[in-house]
């Protein structure tokens, strides 16, 4: 039987291939597709599993630095959007707030200390973040209008559970931030 993948060269990719390997064929031809997307594609879900990895599995202690190495990767993201694209990405902002307040808190700038004015933007910036990336999923027609030509199925489904997912990140760690207690000096356990 006549395979139904794509050719590598002249040749029908499969053709060669024994009939024990009946999906070898679908699964080469998927992985092709896979890889053809850009490096980006990939990262989206990649932060969002570190994101979740470090606010599941480190200690509470460890909070605050979940909050500054997710939001500076995501603000520096968004800064490389912007260079890269020259349109506005508010996630230099949002997640810019995030950096900025949690980098006080641990006291890389500033004095450190999870002081009542910390706690505040950081749970404001964090519930920013969140509403930033349910944006995209409130105007997704108009996103896949624009988009539809410069960008494949494949990212597209990527781009909306990223967004999903990291919208659930931020709105927990900003129920988890508000929770918090305030205090004048940073707590180490």
């Known amino acids: 039987p006549q395979s ?9 990719l499969g053709s060669h291939l024994p009939r ?3 999906n070898v064929c679908q699964t080469i031809h998927c992985l092709d597709t896979i890889m053809s997307e850009p490096l980006l594609t990939y ?5 969002a599993a570190a994101s979740y990895a470090a ?17 500076t ?5 968004a800064a490389y959007n912007i260079y890269r694209s020259k349109n506005v990405d508010l996630g230099l902002v949002t997640m810019g707030i995030v950096a900025l307040a949690s980098a006080m808190e641990l006291g890389v700038v500033g004095g450190g200390g999870l002081t009542p004015t910390i706690k505040t933007v950081e749970t404001i910036g964090c519930a920013l973040v969140a509403l930033n990336f349910v944006l995209p999923l409130l105007a997704w027609a ?3 209008s624009a988009l539809g030509r410069k960008k494949s199925a494949f990212w597209f489904q990527v781009f909306f559970l990223y967004c999903i997912a990291m919208a659930v990140f931020w709105a927990v760690s900003a129920f988890k931030n508000s929770g918090r207690p305030a205090s004048s000096k940073l707590e180490t356990e």
């Open 142 to 144: 108009q996103l896949t």
């Open 43 to 47: 990262l989206m879900p990649a932060y």
């Open 73 to 77: 990767f995501g603000a520096l993201w």
């Open 4 to 12: 139904d993948c794509s050719p590598l060269g002249s040749r029908p």
């Open 55 to 71: 606010l599941l599995l480190l200690p509470p202690v460890k909070f605050p630095a979940t909050l500054l190495g997710a939001s």
């Open 20 to 22: 024990a390997l009946p």
